[in-house]
């Protein structure tokens, strides 16, 4: 879990809280929907350069360890767009 740590925050206030590669407001739940939208983490890296390899893994791995945790708040940041959709069309 220490490997894990160098390369994963979660800070209140940045990213509503929420984990994220250290350094960045890359969330680990971008990292989850890209790989799920087919990306590797090689290509990841190629279109995020200030990313490393190690810093793509160790998000997943993240992910796999938190999955509950991380789909309830992907699920929540879903909701929050549809409601924020919804109040413009009115």
């Known amino acids: 879990m220490e490997t894990i740590a160098k390369h994963i925050e979660i800070t209140p206030g940045i990213c509503s809280g929420r984990p994220r590669i250290a350094g960045t407001r890359i969330r680990i739940a971008n ?37 509950d945790e991380i789909d309830q708040q992907m699920q929540e ?14």
């Not at 940041?77 to 009115?90: P, T």
């Open 31 to 67: 990292i989850v929907i890209w790989t799920e939208n087919g990306m590797s983490p090689d290509e990841i890296v190629t279109s995020c350069p200030h990313l490393t390899l190690a810093d793509v893994h160790a998000a997943l791995a993240f992910y796999h360890d938190h999955r």
């Open 77 to 90: 940041d879903e909701k929050f767009v549809e409601e924020m959709k919804e109040n413009q069309v009115r």
